[in-house]
Nanobody
Framework: QVQLVESGGGLVQAGGSLRLSCAAS????????MGWFRQAPGKEREFVAA????????YYAGSVKGRFTISRDNAKNTLYLQMSTLKPEDTAVYRC???????????????????WGQGTQVTVSS
């Protein structure tokens, strides 16, 4: 069992930065691939970034590549998403997720993730 709690969202101006955190409970965090997804009002859930169990592999959606960085601290059971050069189109609820069936490889599809956080709102004003 993994419980995930996101924090760090808020209101920021375009061009600004935010760092999201995802605190995980449970012993399987350090052995699991992790990811961030987002969903804007009226839009489908969208993959943002993923990382494997030890941070050795990462993958990003094209819309955020070069602006966002995913990382993890297994000693602190925490996943991060550093977001820079934010744009109004980044406005969404951001959720972290755990894919406990994956370890060394990353997961991109939402169906591969079996635990989800409740989400944190990110609003980017123009």
């Amino acid at each position: 069992q993994v419980q995930l709690v996101e924090s760090g969202g808020g209101l920021v101006q375009a061009g600004g930065s935010l760092r999201l955190s995802c605190a995980a409970s449970g012993r399987t965090f350090s052995n699991s691939a992790m990811g961030w997804f987002r969903q804007a009002p009226g839009k489908e859930r969208e993959f943002v970034a993923a990382i494997n169990w030890n941070g050795g592999a990462t993958y990003y959606a094209g819309s955020v590549k070069g602006r966002f960085t995913i990382s993890r601290d297994n000693a602190k059971n925490t996943l991060y998403l550093q977001m820079s050069t934010l744009k109004p189109e980044d406005t969404a609820v951001y959720r972290c997720a755990a894919a406990t069936s994956r370890q060394a490889t990353i997961a991109v599809a939402a169906y591969e993730y079996n635990y989800w956080g409740q989400g944190t709102q990110v609003t980017v004003s123009s």
